[in-house]
């Protein structure tokens, strides 16, 4: 369910949810948010604030676990990479792009090179 998606300034588009249960592992119920953003690249890197007010200074959304999906919107016959890594205070995730070069994918090494500026990437992050 996502609803009212707001546009920042940073250009990034956030949407969280409140309204899903989830159950923890020592069987207490918790509330399951979901954050949905977009952001563009800067020097290969996206970088997403998971926080109230989306800046490294708000307040965490999740405080216990998160869990990430990151895609790239592409053009043409382009083949993406993402890696992931979000900050130890769950507040920061980047997302680190390169786009892959090779005539093959069967090529045991496949070079890379960072995504160009203003490469699209969508996350969606669920966690508690």
């Known amino acids: 369910m996502l609803r009212n998606p707001n546009v920042t300034n940073n250009n990034t588009t956030n949407v969280t949810n409140p309204q ?6 020592d069987g207490t119920k918790a ?9 563009l690249t800067t ?4 970088t997403f604030y998971l926080t109230n007010d989306r800046t490294s200074a708000g307040a ?4 216990s676990w998160v869990r990430v999906v990151a895609s790239v919107e592409i053009s043409g016959t382009d ?4 890696k992931t890594t979000t900050s130890a ?12 070069i090779s ?4 090529t045991a090494l496949i070079p890379a090179v960072q995504a160009v500026n203003g490469t699209k990437v969508m996350l969606i ?3 508690v």
């Open 20 to 25: 899903l249960e989830s159950h923890l592992s």
């Open 31 to 39: 509330v399951l948010q979901e954050y949905v953003g977009e952001a």
């Open 43 to 46: 020097g290969g890197i996206a």
């Open 60 to 63: 965490a959304l999740f405080t």
């Open 79 to 82: 083949i993406m990479e993402c």
């Open 89 to 100: 205070d769950r507040k920061t995730v980047t997302v680190k792009v390169d786009k892959l």
């Open 103 to 106: 005539t093959s994918l069967i």
């Open 125 to 127: 992050a669920k966690g």
